[in-house]
């Protein structure tokens, strides 16, 4: 079975601070696929990155980046300068090849940056 | 490019109703997957449907059905609804069926059952 834990319920930080989002995840398959999405409060989830197992590359997209570390079973989020439009629920997400499209997701972070 | 959109946008239901829900995909995607999001649940799948065939399912009761039409539009229908069925529905559209594509998801139905 695949399982997405997001220990960190709730996060508040002052605006410009960096921040970290951690996820961890559970599957015994060889091929699988995380994500993170923001959903703001209008509801929508957005989508932000996907990654393969296969691929442990670090990647950064303006001030975000992600951190993906088989060994340890992470796939951590970091917001650098947060922003009070960085406010939101994220949620990380695992899928496995032999599921197609199903999303396993974490319970979700809040963050709350405030100005 | 139109990203998913969903109708209705909100709809209140009384017990017992059923209920159809429609997600429209991003044009040249095949699949739609279906996911219900409640405040102690979480998101949770509920099926995923590849040129017009449910290839995956959730766990949830039979009430909760869907259908995929040839041209990748796909509706849910909840029947017999229960207090419990108040909840977000999202969907989301993929270009493929093995994960390795991003999903994006629609802005959701707010289904609310009294």
């Known amino acids: 079975a695949q399982k997405v834990t997001q220990a960190q319920t709730e996060i508040s930080v002052v605006e410009k601070e960096d921040v970290t989002l951690d996820c961890v995840y559970e599957t015994r398959d060889t091929t699988y696929y995380l994500f993170w999405y923001k959903q703001p409060p209008s509801g929508e989830l957005v989508f932000l990155i996907r990654?393969?197992?296969?691929?442990?590359q670090n990647e950064i997209s303006g001030r975000y980046s992600w951190n993906f570390q088989k060994s340890t079973s992470s796939f951590n989020f970091t917001i650098t300068a947060s922003q009070v439009v960085d406010s939101a629920v994220y949620f990380c997400?695992?899928?496995?090849?032999?599921?197609?499209?199903?999303?396993?997701f974490g319970a979700g972070t809040i963050l709350r940056v405030k100005s | 490019k139109a990203g998913v959109t969903q109708t209705p946008r909100y709809l209140i239901k009384t017990r017992g109703q059923q209920v159809t829900l429609s997600c429209s995909p991003i044009?040249?995607?095949?699949?739609v997957s279906w996911y219900q999001q409640t405040p102690g649940q979480g998101l949770q799948f509920l099926f995923e449907?590849?040129?017009?065939?449910?290839?995956n399912k959730g766990n949830f009761p039979g009430r909760f059905s869907g259908r995929q039409f040839s041209n990748s539009r796909s509706e849910m229908n909840v029947s017999t609804l229960e207090l419990g069925d108040s909840a977000l529905y999202l969907c989301?559209?993929?270009?493929?069926?093995?994960?390795?594509?991003?999903?994006?998801f629609g802005p959701g139905t707010r289904l609310t059952v009294t």
């Open positions: 997400a695992l899928s496995v090849k032999e599921y197609g499209n199903k999303l396993v």
């Open positions: 990654r393969n197992s296969f691929d442990e």
């Open positions: 044009s040249g995607h095949r699949s």
């Open positions: 449907y590849f040129s017009e065939t449910q290839r």
């Open positions: 989301a559209s993929s270009l493929g069926l093995q994960g390795d594509y991003e999903q994006y």
